[in-house]
Every structure is written in C-alpha cells, then in structure tokens.
C-alpha cells in the first residue's frame, strides 16, 4: 500500500490545531430541539463578564438558593468571603475555610426544582436534589467526585436590618451549580504534546470570566508547568521537569514575555513549548517572547505560528461528505450544498453491510465495514487510494459488531482502529487483526468513537459514558485508564466526537430516548433533542475541520431503523440517498440507516 508522506514535521514531530483554526468557530449555532442557541467552544470567556449574584438579589427561598449556587463563582481569593454573606454571621464558622490556591468548588447539577418547606417559626427547609458532577480546582481541571445526592438548607428571614434572607444550617462545602459554572467562567482550551511527541492533544480548563489578559496569559503558563489531568496523563507528555513560572507574565506593546526555568533548555524544548502556547492563547496575537531564567531565548508570532501548515493542528482531509447504508450498501447520499463523491469502497466488496467507518489518510482511505455473512457479522478492513478494492476479513465472526472508529494518528503506515464486538473493546489493523483491549471499568462495552486528534476516544461501558487517552507505541494503540464522566442519561446507547472537546450521544431521559451534548470533563451537558421517539442505534458527528461546507456541530443517527440528521433535524429520505434505482410502481423505498461521515 502506498502511504503519504506525513506533512508538518518539525524534528519529527507533527503540530496540531484549535477549533478556531481547523474550522469549528469560537462560538456557533446548534439546534436544541430545533431551536437555536449559542454553545461555546473554544471562546476564552464565552462573553461572560458579570459577577454571581449577591444576597440581596431576591428573597424567593428556591432562588435565594440558586443565587447561593453562584456565590462561589469568580476569583477564589474572595470565594469564601463571596458565600459568606449569604449565611447568618453566627452560622458562618461552620463553613471552614481554605487557603485560595486550595480553594476547591464542588459542581452540582439539580436533578429537580428545589422542594420549599415553610416552618411554623417563619423559617424555611429547602432540600436540592443534586447529581454530582466534579471538582473545580485551583489549576482550572474539572475531576471527578462522589457525594451527596441532595443537600439540605434552612433559611430565616434576616433580622438585623438587612433584606431578604439568611442561611442558618448549609453543606460545609463550596457549592456551585453547573448554570454557575456556564455563566461565570471561561472554558479554555490548553494542549499537550502527545506520549510519542507527534501530535498536540487539546485539554479543558475553567477560568472565571472576570480575568483579565495578563492573568490568563500567567494561569496558561502555570497549568502547563503543573501538568495534564489524570486521565489524560497517560496519552500526553510534560513539560521537562523543574520547569516554573518565575514570575507573572507581562505585556508591552503587544510583546508578551514568559520568564521560566526549564532545566535543560534547547531550541528544539523552545520551540515547541511556544508552538503549545501559541495554541493554547489562541485568542492572542502579537509577539511571544520566552525567556529561561531572564535570558531571551526564543520568540514567536502567535497568530502567524498557528497560520503556518506545518503547525496546524489536525490534518487537512478533504471535505467532508456523507454516507448511509441502504439495503446492506454504503450509498453517498445529497444535502443542498454539500459534496457528495462516489462510494471510496469496490462494488465487489461493498454488499452486507451492516455499518462502516471511513477516513481519509493521506492519498489513501481507510475503510473497515461490519458485514453479515451467515447470520454472523465480521469486521472487514482495507487501505488503499479509492475505490478500496483490496479487503482482510477478521479471523472470527462475532454476534454483534458495533460501528467501528479510525484512530487519527499521524501514523499513516500503521492504521489502527478501535471496535466494540460481543461487549468487548477490541483493537484492529489493516489486516483486520482483532486485539481484545482490557479497561479497568464495570460492565459491557457498547459503543467507542474516536476523537479528531485521535488520542482521546469516547466509550459507553455499563450503559455510562466514558473518555480515555490513547497512547501509540510500535505502531499499536494502549487505551489508557478511562474516566466516567456523569450525565442526566441513563442507558445509553451512542456517542461521536461533536466537536474538539466536546460529545454528543443518546440514552435515556425520563425514560424517553433523548440526544444530549457534553464536554469532554462532563462539566456542561445540554439537550439537543428530547424527542428522539426510539432508541438511538448509531451515531455519526463531524467536529468540524480544516476545510469544508459542513456546519459545525453536525451529525446524523440512526433510530428504528430509520437515519436521521440534524440542521435541521429531519430523517434522511430514499430520494436523497445517490445510485439507488427506485422501487417499482407499487413497490417502497428502503429507509437508509447507519449514517456517517468521511473526512
């Protein structure tokens, strides 16, 4: 098989994108159950700017508490001070403090309305029923918790000349509620050179919305130096060791400087540490000036270092198009103004279908279809310039495959994919060589999608969601320890990558079937569709790229065996599905299912 040779090698190493430089803008339109609203991104402070809400702002006793759910937002010198004037002075020492670079916020999602009890004194019992969602830390990582389910807080009218009310009994711990943290904080993205240093690996982080430049400019620097979260560790290299911030960054004329320690100091450490944060500050521009220990050392242009090919981020695949399976075939099917090729897969080949994934990878595709042969489904496997004519079978055939996932390595000679068969994770080449992958997780696995980057997949285990790092070695894949991240959903069904740090996938609402979108962390969920009306079998997005007409936030499913796309949200009909002869008079249309895309 020919392979391309991999483009943007700087020392043999390849550097990655931000959404705002791979096509997936800082803010954009998704359609909530065909409305629109606004998901942010990569924005730095998703346009935030106020400050949470003070005591005084309503005397409601469920809003009160709502507003008590906000107070911790912001700068975490004045946290406690912030949440302090909601509770009754007598009552605030119960509320232990800590210092502010061990402040730590417990995020919350209410499951329900806040339940108010009226006492006979004249005082209220508000009980708030909670899901936990994680820890905020200091560093901006948002890692998961366990606790309570509810938390319970009483409130008297205040008596000392004050308005509104006081809180007189409360959990001793900071609380914030996920709208808080939606409203009063940035999400930020940071990266991190891959384990095998060919690829950068994007990271979520927190910053309240209220910081100004030069902090952000210091706190990125610092999360740097401080290190991945521990889920991701694993897939993604450190700064050399010893390496620190010496003091806060500044700015003068547009010319930021960054003074370090970095043991070991070279131009190649340099070079690509400022390639790090020219993508991790991709908001900035002007000059970045490094510094080790007060000498200069290496300076960049932010904007024109993420502007140069050799250092985007994700590689440029093509545009994107659409496919179906109609009938046991992959089918191209039409969207108005979007392209649609031909099927990159040989006729001979391309009947039984059950599901695909394609990818493009370099000159070549990479093609692996589910197909059933004798009742029994089997993973077939090809890598060549369209159409692949050449295909492997895997060896054994398996009751159940789900749809497979190409990882996007950069390494183009050795392919690899990720499929789920019999409730259980597999790895497979490009000779269809099935790998059983052991996760330190409970229950069966049922669906895997991989990231644009293509070291982070997604995974539903035990009918939960879960995110895991990859890390390649010898032209193989290890799925390191994965992290379960907490939804609303239940029973879930499918997942894809919806964009860089974001996942859309199907389960389980209020015993409906319903599509939510997540971040990465679990942090920010929302409903994109609740009346799904069938469960969700399959599930295809495109995060947007380098190139193409698609929108942002695209993807397609599959229900009742019927596919489905969004944007506007509408099912896929017989007619827009392309090379299909029509039914005879009298006759009906197949529905197309398990749609996806190629890119």
Known sequence: MRRALVAGLLA???LPVG???????????????????????AGPLNGHSAQPPTRTASSDPSQFILNYLAAAAGEREQAYARVKEF????????????????????????????EVTLNNEGTWEVTVPVQQVGVLRPDGTLTPTG???????????????????????????????DDALRSYYGIHPIYFWSADQNRLVPDQRYLPATVPNERRVTEVVKWLAFGPPEWLAQGVSRLPGGTALINNATNANNRWEVNLTMPDANELKLAKLATQLAWSLRDF?????????????HTVDLEQQREKTEFALYPTAGMPERFCVYDGVIHSFSIAGEPAGPVPVSDKVNKGVVSAALSRAGDEVLAALVVTRSDRQRLMVGADPAPVTLFTGSEKSYGSIGRPTWLRSPDLDHPTGLVVADGRLYRFDSMAVMTPITLAAPGAVTAVAGSYDGHRIALIIGGQLWV??????????TVNQPRRLVTRLTGLTAVDWYAENQLVFAGIEAGRPAIYQTY????????????????????????????GVLPSFSYMYEANKVAYRNNPFEPIKPDQVRDVTPPTPGGKALNPTAPFFLY
């Open 12 to 14: 043999g190493v390849v």
């Open 19 to 41: 959404l705002a430089g791979c096509g997936i803008p800082e803010q954009t339109e998704v359609h909530v159950d065909g409305r629109p609203s606004t998901a942010a991104e």
């Open 87 to 114: 509770i009754a002075r007598e009552y605030q020492p119960r509320l232990r403090e800590k210092q502010s670079s061990e402040v730590e916020l417990t995020v919350v999602r209410l499951r329900e309305k806040a």
């Open 147 to 177: 606790g309570d389910t509810e938390y319970v807080f009483k409130l008297r009218p205040a008596d000392d000349g004050h308005n509104g009310l006081f809180i007189t009994e409360m959990p001793n711990v900071l609380l914030l509620s």
């Open 285 to 297: 521009k002007g000059k970045l000036q490094l510094k080790i220990q007060n000498q200069n050392r």
């Open 468 to 477: 895991a790092s990859v890390s390649f070695d010898g032209g193989g894949a």
């Open 520 to 547: 990465v962390d679990g942090g920010l969920e929302t409903a994109l569709k609740r009346e799904v009306g069938a469960e969700v079998t399959q599930l295809a997005a495109y995060p947007g790229g380098p190139v």
